[in-house]
């Protein structure tokens, strides 16, 4: 198994950036991808992006796409670099990992995170 904590939300202008990041621990030394989510109050889970265990391929939704960046720092970090926020994109944002090779499918992540707030003010 491996656990997930992310950091980096808070509150941020129209138009500014965030930086979130996910911390990855346990079994670690497996190959994972990972995976960026987001819920806004009242909506469906979201997916945003994800990064496959060797930062070889990506995957961006297109409501970000452009705006936002996955990356691996390392094997047990990944970042989601957030540009040009909107106060659309305000929601609780969510890391998700599992097991595979490659990229895989958007809705099959089996861990993740307790989430981070983002809020974007108008």
């Known amino acids: 198994q491996v656990q997930l904590v992310e950091s980096g939300g808070g509150l941020v202008q129209a138009g500014g950036s965030l930086r979130l990041s996910c911390a990855a621990s346990?079994?670690?030394?497996?190959?994972?991808?990972m995976a960026w989510f987001r819920q806004a109050p009242g909506k469906e889970r979201e997916f945003l992006a994800a990064?496959?265990?060797?930062?070889?391929?990506t995957d961006y939704a297109d409501s970000v796409k452009g705006r936002f960046t996955i990356s691996r720092a390392n094997a047990k970090n990944t970042v989601l670099q957030m540009n040009s926020l909107k106060p659309e994109d305000t929601a609780v944002y969510y890391c998700?990992?599992?097991?595979?090779?490659?990229?895989?499918?958007?809705?099959?992540?089996?861990?993740w995170g307790q989430g981070t707030q983002v809020t974007v003010s108008s």
């Open positions: 998700a990992a599992k097991y595979r090779l490659g990229l895989g499918a958007r809705d099959d992540f089996d861990y």
């Open positions: 346990g079994q670690t030394f497996r190959p994972y991808t």
């Open positions: 990064v496959s265990w060797n930062a070889a391929s």
